[in-house]
Nanobody, 124 residues
Framework: QVQLVESGGGLVQAGGSLKLSCAAS????????MAWFRQAPGKEREFVAA??????YYADSGKGRFTISRDNAKKTVYLQMNSLKLEDTAVYYC???????????????????WGQGTQVTVSS
């Protein structure tokens, strides 16, 4: 059974940093497309960042501030978030695909496996 477990969320002041982790178990996603999404209260889920087809993709909201990376040996994908803003407050979800490439990488429908989410709260 496939499991994605996120960690690293928490409370941080605006301007601070957090690094989220997503550990996969049950199968290897080495080389597969993986992504981060988030959902704020009262809002729809939105794309944050993805590794797909050997490339990285970012939502405009996170460009220059967020970095997605992966360690295939550890079956873990990371999201480094810097210069956090109040509007970054959300539950962050990790997602994984069975495929090497998801097109578009920002489409949640391209990812079959999802974690339970980790809360990120940015305070003023």
């Amino acid at each position: 059974q496939v499991q994605l477990v996120e960690s690293g969320g928490g409370l941080v002041q605006a301007g601070g940093s957090l690094k989220l982790s997503c550990a996969a178990s049950g199968r290897s996603f080495s080389g597969n497309a993986m992504a981060w999404f988030r959902q704020a209260p009262g809002k729809e889920r939105e794309f944050v960042a993805a590794w797909s087809g050997g490339n990285t993709y970012y939502a405009d909201s996170g460009k220059g501030r967020f970095t997605i990376s992966r360690d295939n040996a550890k079956k873990t994908v990371y999201l480094q978030m810097n210069s956090l803003k109040l509007e970054d407050t959300a539950v962050y979800y990790c997602a994984a695909s069975s495929a090497w490439k998801v097109v578009p990488a920002s489409s949640g429908q391209g990812y079959a496996y999802w974690g339970q989410g980790t809360q990120v709260t940015v305070s003023s």
